[in-house]
């Protein structure tokens, strides 16, 4: 089963709380939910493989580490994704972007594809799925599956709020994702709005309703 991850830095959950936060409009949303994300990727990344290269300092030569393997990649699932793409590039400026459109119908809770655009080496690359929030799991499950009908192999789900059932839906579909969360809140609501969340993330982040 693959690995849950709850990140609880005492400067993510002090950001978290803030953007839980009804009164906190979007313009602060926004910046502050792109601050968590550029603090969970440092988090995230600590076990990035490494390798030896020599350089040539002022002072001479030497042996020094830099990142080895895979390439990175960033795959916002639309719209709220968008939300945590600049945070990530903060860090990992020269990571390509593919985009996966899903909205959940609000009715039936059952999200639709609607976009996919990604880059055309995703199979050699260390995919990270980002979305503020994994409700029922099912926007997540079909933006991973999306991925992996195109030949992605190593992905890892990024998100902000997740709950117990959207935790335990992506661990059945798809035991190979590793899923990092901000804070795994209680509950999902009748409507599938996770509990205490923080609201439609979306809605929240581009100021619809
Ligand atoms: O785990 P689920 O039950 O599928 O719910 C989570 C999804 O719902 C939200 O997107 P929404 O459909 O509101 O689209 P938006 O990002 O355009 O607001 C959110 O950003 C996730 O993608
Ligand atoms: O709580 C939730 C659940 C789904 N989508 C959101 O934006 N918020
Ligand atoms: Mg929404």
Redesign the pocket.
Known sequence: MSKFTVLDHPLIQHKLTMIRDKNTGTKDFRSIANEIAELMVYEITRDLPMESVEIETPMGKSMQKVLAGKKLAVIP?????LGMVDGVLELIPAAKIGHIG???DEKT?Q?HEYFVKLPADIDKRELFVV?????????????IDALKKRGATNIRLVVLVA?PQ?VE?IQKEHPDVDIYAASLDTE?TDS?YIFPGLG????RL?G?K
């Open positions: 699932i639309l719209r709220a994704g899903m909205y959940r809770l999200p979305d503020p929030m994994l409700a029922t799991g099912g926007s997540a499950n079909m933006a709950s959207g839906a999902l599938g439609d993330a979306g809605d581009f619809t």
